[in-house]
């Protein structure tokens, strides 16, 4: 247990101060790439974050494997290889494509809502998982701009501090659901059939551009659900899956079984009304 408190206690810390690093870039001069098309975008804002966030957990837990959604940060890997000779900054851990089955995992989305951050709107998050054996222990979703901190560890989930609990909402009819990760432009005519059939079963939708924030919206009771038919990716999902779960919501796939790493899409709701959510994916 006193393993499980210290990565809490870590994930919080890198993700503040990885999101101290992307705050300190934002709405300044950024360089923009592109990588799976035109509107999936990194910027350095992005690499810099991301190497922020692993030195900080690799100082306590050098040997152990990170899972991160940018390209790993090869000059500072050769740099840390080289021996106690290498500068702190450049510190890092070993770099995994995947999340193993065993052992411990450090789960890394450096800025969640990069096509956000990189438009100078407010709704990015830096976000970390820990994740020993398979199974996420603590979490920590960080919203720099406004300064709120989502954490879960082993006893509960809290914003700021602050104990969260799911929204007590129990009407469809008054839900605010999110729709997120809308995917390709070939899957647009999908996601606009789910945008409609949400809107008229449920009270009005939302889309924020960052998943790992709606996650949190959701555990917190600012939203009664999230939705998306789309593949998801560990650092997409892993930290706010946690949260919603801790905060006493449900997370499933789209056919109702427990969500994992891998399930079909994803649906988190605080459980009032998950069942009209699920029949209103499957329309």
């Known amino acids: 247990m006193q393993d499980v408190r210290q990565r809490t206690a870590l994930v919080e810390r890198a993700a503040r101060a990885g999101g101290a ?3 300190d870039a934002f ?3 950024l360089t923009v790439d592109t990588k799976a098309d035109k509107n999936d975008l990194v910027t350095d804002a992005d690499r810099e974050t991301q190497r922020q966030i692993v030195h900080t ?4 837990f050098p040997d152990e494997p990170f899972v991160c959604e940018e390209e790993p940060d090869t000059e500072a890997a050769e740099a840390a290889e080289n021996g106690s000779n290498s500068p702190p900054s450049q510190r890092t851990g070993p770099m995994v494509e995947a999340v193993p089955d065993t052992g411990p995992c450090w789960v890394v989305d450096p800025i969640d809502g ?3 951050f990189a438009r100078g709107s407010v709704l990015w998050a830096s976000s970390v998982a820990a994740v020993v054996d398979g199974e996420t222990v603590a979490a920590a979703t960080y919203l720099p701009v406004v300064q709120d901190i989502y954490t879960a560890g082993p006893d509960s989930a809290t914003r700021n501090g602050q104990r969260l609990v799911v929204s007590d909402r129990t009407d469809p009819e008054t839900f605010a659901v999110a729709l997120v990760a809308a995917g390709s432009a070939d ?3 999908r996601f606009g059939g789910l945008a409609r059939t949400i809107n008229q079963r449920f009270g009005d939708s939302r889309r924020y551009g960052t998943l790992q924030g709606t996650l949190g919206f959701v555990a917190s009771g600012e939203l009664e659900a999230a939705v ?5 990716t560990a650092w997409d999902t892993l930290a ?3 949260l919603v779960r801790s905060a006493g919501g449900v997370v499933t796939d789209l056919h109702g079984d427990h969500w994992t790493i891998g399930s079909d899409g994803l649906v988190a709701s605080n459980d009032e009304a998950h069942e009209e959510l699920l029949a209103a994916v499957e329309t």
């Open 21 to 23: 690093v992307a705050r």
């Open 228 to 232: 998306t038919t789309e593949p998801t």
């Open 57 to 60: 957990i690799a100082e306590e």
């Open 27 to 29: 709405r300044g001069p």
């Open 187 to 189: 899957r647009s005519e």
């Open 114 to 116: 990069t096509a956000n």
């Open 240 to 242: 706010g899956v946690k």
